[in-house]
């Protein structure tokens, strides 16, 4: 068996993915008191709302089942190494980078037997990613900037991955070949309901898209799948676009595609002109429901108590920055190949040693 402690464990897609390989999270610690409900709610795994700099090794320890193989997890907040969001992103860089380090201090003092991070692929070139593997003494380590879409998550998500076990060499399994067919938004997101911009689903809050002002109306009819803001009528034009710095910036306000996979699903990603969010054929941005989607969250998964407020910048806050629960779920099957490895390695070992 192996039990697991995820660290920034968000509203629990990790989590989600990890359990549904077998795994068994004993725990999910976030300092963000809106992530408890999502993550006790669909996953039935205690919430321990808490800053993991002030998380001790005996407390964490604690949660780990005797016998079991102990596996630590987590994401630390990625914002400072987003391309987005430039305005103060040094200061914010300084601020964060302590996340990373806190993570590789709990597994000095700990020693867990696995362990796993995701994160941006920017932090691969960043002075505390080699802090961080240098913490991983005694470990095999594999780490890679994986394309998500290549393991059946319908959006062109890039993460950096990292892999470490004390039983032996661990890695991702290979991806889908090149020139397989990669899954799409229509295959996520074509089925539900149909909506106008500012409308919601009756039958789900989360399927609920936010308004548009007339202009944006018309900037949207204007586009097509995959076009740009190039397409437009020269009157439909924003300010940013008459600008030399916005014309590297052709994906905003634009429409996704139906038969490619999405864009990166980001924290603003119900807004209609932070990206190419725009619904293929409906006049709208996409839901929250359907970036959750695209995050492979389960369809009915759970954000919001029953008489909650949806919230598009929390939601979105906490939809965007989840690990694609597919993505945990693959990491689950190359921890769960290192322990079989490892179980008829020893088992070859006592069988020699007896005969």
Not at 112 to 141: C, I, W
Not at 294 to 311: A, H
Not at 322 to 330: D, I, K, M, Q, S
Request: hydrophobic share 35%; net charge positive.
């Amino acid at each position: 068996m192996i039990t697991c402690v995820d660290l920034f464990c968000g509203v629990g897609g990790l989590t989600a993915g990890l359990r549904s390989r077998g795994v068994k999270v004993a725990a999910g610690f976030d300092l963000d008191p809106a992530c408890r409900f999502p993550y006790e709610t669909n996953n039935h795994v205690p919430f321990v709302e808490i800053d993991v700099r002030d998380l001790s090794p005996e407390s964490l320890s604690s949660y780990w089942k005797r016998g079991a193989f102990s596996l630590l997890a987590g994401c630390a907040p990625c914002q400072p190494f987003s391309t987005y969001s430039q305005t103060g992103r040094r200061k914010r860089s300084d601020d964060k980078w302590d996340l990373v380090n806190e993570f590789a201090r709990l597994i000095r003092e700990c020693q867990p037997d696995l362990v796993t991070m995701e994160n941006v692929p920017q932090l691969e070139r960043h002075r505390v990613f080699k802090q961080f593997v240098n913490a991983l003494s005694g470990y095999h380590v594999w780490s890679a900037v994986v394309d998500c879409v290549e393991y059946g998550i319908p959006q062109t998500r890039k993460r950096l991955v990292l892999l470490a076990s004390k039983l032996g060499p661990i890695a991702l399994p290979r991806p889908q070949a090149a020139g397989e067919r990669q899954p799409t938004v229509r295959e996520a997101i074509s089925h539900l309901t149909t909506l106008r911009s500012g409308q919601s689903s009756r039958k789900d809050r989360l399927h609920r898209a936010c308004s548009l002002s007339e202009l944006n109306l018309l900037r949207i009819r204007a586009s097509k799948p995959g076009g740009t803001w190039r397409d437009w009528d020269e009157k439909l034009l924003a300010p940013c676009h008459r600008k030399k710095s916005g014309e590297t910036y052709p994906s905003v306000y634009g429409r996704m595609e139906w038969d490619k996979p999405s864009p990166t699903i980001t924290t603003q990603c119900f807004g209609y002109g932070n990206g190419r969010f725009g619904h293929p054929s409906q006049n709208r941005a996409i839901t929250l429901r359907e970036a959750a989607i695209l995050q492979t969250f389960p369809e009915d998964y759970k954000f919001v108590e029953p008489e909650g407020k949806v919230r598009f910048g929390v939601l979105g806050r906490l939809i965007g920055n989840a690990v694609p629960v597919r993505l945990g779920e693959v990491i689950a099957d190359a921890i769960n190949a290192n322990v079989r490895d490892w179980s008829k390695e020893e088992s070859r070992i006592r069988v020699r040693n007896h005969s």
